[in-house]
């Protein structure tokens, strides 16, 4: 399907709506973050948890630009919980004492623990466990 460069923005933040609504995450929750690598377009989907206002990264897409990017996480997103493994991670953060309780979809425990850590220096969190799910 071919877009002209004015409508590759609509495209753009309709893709981003259909899976912001599929998580059930809001505007500020989930960030979408482009990045040209090797010739390509990465996109970092990152999701913000309310709660304890921590960032993780859901997953990142390779693709031929922006858009390309954007459709294949949106196919990602709608058969991941089919193809991944979900994981209980107890980790708190340096200097906090409270434990904090998160959940990733992997294909195993280190996939998971790269996607707790995505974008911050290991000593800035302490794992305590880290539980593989009993699927449904």
Known sequence: MDVTPSDVHVESARIQRQIEDYLGLGPGNL?????QLDGQTRLDLITVNPRHQQSFLFRYEMGHDKLDALRKMQAY?????????SYTIQWRARGDK????????????????????YGRDLS???VFSVVLNPSS
Request: aromatic share 18%; no cysteine; hydrophobic share 30%.
């Open 31 to 35: 960030l979408f973050e482009f990045r």
């Open 77 to 85: 997103v709608q058969r991941y919980r089919d193809e991944e493994s």
């Open 98 to 117: 409270e434990l904090q309780t998160s959940y990733f979809r992997a294909h195993n425990v280190y996939e998971a623990l790269d996607k707790l850590y």
């Open 124 to 126: 800035t969190i302490t």
